[in-house]
């Protein structure tokens, strides 16, 4: 029993939440409905799903923010719904926001990233430790001085996401974390997703970037609150129909692949990013590059 | 326009008196303070600007950005100089029509400008001197043994410091705004003071929603980095008295035992 709570560092089991309704006579609104999720320690889950399907309230029943009205949830083996629990979930699946301006509470950069360390009650030598640490990781250590309102939005995302790392939590949660972020900063944090994901750091990514959810492990689709797909995105974005009948896009080069298919070029599944699109394109153009050097070496 | 809005008055230099304990600054400010009610005659001034004055000097705040503190509250200054100087009854020396100078008048006026004056140069030495995070950890500090009695020491701090962190925030969003209005041939700048406060109506108004809205989302953020409170709370930053602050509040003894002196003793002035 306790192996299995140890590799599923999320378990939930047949999960409702409804919000109290807007008045009186209205019913309540589900925005879960009877949702089962198991998630391995050390995945990257990317979440998506049409606006209102229900991601960011998944996300916030996972942090205990939210009660389930129906239901268990475990993190960590622990269940959401015992109170004398709820700051150790919170501390081990800690979350990022959305909105980088409405989630930091210092004016200067390192004091936020202390505000989870304190709140635990860290050792203040440890808590320094551990910002400097946090704050080396997301590259923003230059800027620890500063106040959040001159930086940048991706540096203030990054602020952020350094606040949960000083926290030293095993799954992070992060709810459309670029949606309010320029190619830029997108880049910036998508990088330091990938490397707390190298770092064995579980990572849920909730997002509208096709691109973005490429870059998971697995890939769940969200709709009224259900799960409407569960598969890793090489399996997912293959079947082209279903993405469409999901209300979902394709990333940039799974559309490009598509297009070339069309065309003739034989591409495989795995190929999601533009980084390996373009290396499987140049590994064919070399092919000829080389066949047509060689016949001019001839002449 | 709203851009020069600045919070706090920072001067940042590494002086003495920058670098002492945040609570011995505002013991001393609150002490400073008392005793310029308890100063009975005008030597008591002069100790008090002599002290404000060594404390500017070690500070290497140039004396004409205190002086810049004075600006807001001239009008009040000038008021309070006036009015003493008309309506305190007593033996007149100068009178034009209406009028009546008393020497007492006089005397009152220089009194009681002497010690706004005084009172806003401990004020501004503070603010010029210690950053407004500093201000809320030693505001913070010294109001802790209160909270034993219900007193929100801990919440009153939280306030201050996340009202530092946003305000500079509103104003740049009242700045978009203001802009946004503008652009669409809004007028802020032209007409008497109720047209210009009704402009500023449909400034406020986004403004305040924006504001609600910070607030949900930021309450929900710090519940997701396990904020609870005072209680269990380690700081980052732990206040520790040196040296310097024990010679600060020696000096600080010796200026109130001067003050208290010429009070209680007057034979000795
Ligand atoms: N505080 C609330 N009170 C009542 N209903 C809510 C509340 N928050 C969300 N809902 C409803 O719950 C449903 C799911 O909302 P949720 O915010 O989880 O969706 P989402 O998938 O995150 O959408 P988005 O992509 O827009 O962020 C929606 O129908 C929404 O209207
Ligand atoms: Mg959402």
């Known amino acids: 029993m306790k192996e299995i709570e140890m590799e599923n560092i999320i378990r939930i089991v047949d999960m409702t939440l409804q919000y109290p309704p807007a008045d009186e006579d209205a019913d309540p609104q589900t925005a879960i409905d009877g949702l089962s999720l198991e998630i391995k320690e050390g995945s990257f889950v990317a979440v998506l799903g049409q606006n209102g399907s229900g991601k960011s309230t998944l996300a916030k029943t996972i942090n205990a923010l939210l009660p389930p009205t129906g239901g268990d949830i475990f993190v960590c083996g622990m269940n959401t719904k015992d109170d004398e629990l709820i700051w150790e979930i919170r501390r081990s699946a800690g979350m990022v926001f959305q909105n980088p301006d409405n989630q930091l509470v210092s004016a200067v950069v390192e004091d936020d990233v202390a505000f989870g360390p304190e709140n635990l009650g860290v050792p203040t030598e440890e808590i320094r430790q551990r910002i400097d640490d946090a704050m080396k990781k997301t590259g923003i250590f230059e800027q620890r001085k500063k106040s959040p309102h001159m930086l940048s939005g991706g540096q203030k995302q990054r602020v952020a996401i350094a606040g949960v790392i000083a926290m030293r939590p095993r799954c992070i949660l992060f709810d459309e974390p670029t949606a309010m972020l320029d190619p830029k900063g997108r880049l910036e944090v998508m990088n330091i997703i990938k490397a707390l994901k190298k770092e064995g750091i579980t990572v849920l ?68 990013d533009m980084g390996s699109l373009a290396r499987v394109l140049c590994a064919g153009a070399e092919v000829t590059d080389g066949t047509e050097r060689r016949r001019v070496r001839e002449e | 326009m709203l851009r020069d809005i600045t919070l706090g008055q920072y001067y940042a230099k590494d002086s003495v008196i920058h670098r002492l304990d945040p609570r011995v600054k505002i013991v001393a400010v609150i002490v400073y303070i008392i005793m310029l009610f308890l100063v009975r005659d005008f030597i008591g001034y002069a100790v008090s600007f002599a002290a404000a004055a060594a404390v500017i000097c070690a500070s290497g705040v140039p004396f004409r950005f205190i002086l810049r503190g004075m600006k807001p509250v001239a009008v009040i200054l000038a008021l309070t100089f006036l009015l003493n100087l008309f309506l305190y009854p007593g033996t007149v020396l100068l009178s034009a029509g209406p009028f009546h100078i008393t020497q007492q008048g006089l005397h009152q006026a220089l009194f009681m400008a002497c ?69 669409r041939g809004a007028d802020f700048e032209s007409g008497n003071i109720i047209r210009r406060v009704r402009s500023l109506m449909p400034l406020f108004i986004p403004l305040f929603i924006g504001a609600f809205r910070i607030a949900q989302d930021l309450a929900m953020a710090m519940e997701a980095r396990c904020y609870r409170g005072g209680t269990g709370r380690t700081r980052l930053h732990v206040m520790k008295l040196h040296k310097r602050d024990a010679a600060a509040s020696v000096l600080l003894a010796v200026y109130a035992g001067l003050i208290l002196a010429e009070r209680i003793l007057p034979a000795l002035f």
């Open chain 1, 205 to 272: 990514l909730i997002t509208h970037f096709m691109e973005e959810a490429a870059e998971a492990d697995r890939v769940i689709v969200m709709r009224q609150g259900k799960i409407a797909a569960d598969a890793p995105p090489a399996d997912l974005f293959s079947d082209t129909e279903n993405v469409r009948r999901l209300g979902l896009d394709l990333p940039p080069a799974v559309e490009i692949r598509e297009l070339l298919r069309a065309g003739g070029v034989d591409i495989s599944d795995d190929v999601l």
């Open chain 2, 115 to 183: 010690r706004l004056i005084l009172l806003i140069f401990g004020t501004a030495i503070l603010t010029y001197t210690t950053k407004p995070m500093k201000l809320t950890d030693g505001m913070e500090a010294l109001m802790s043994p209160l909270s034993r009695f219900g007193f929100p020491a801990h919440e009153i701090a939280i306030i201050m410091s996340i009202a530092l962190r946003f305000i500079p925030m509103l104003v740049q969003e009242a700045d978009k705004i203001m802009k946004a209005q503008q652009a």
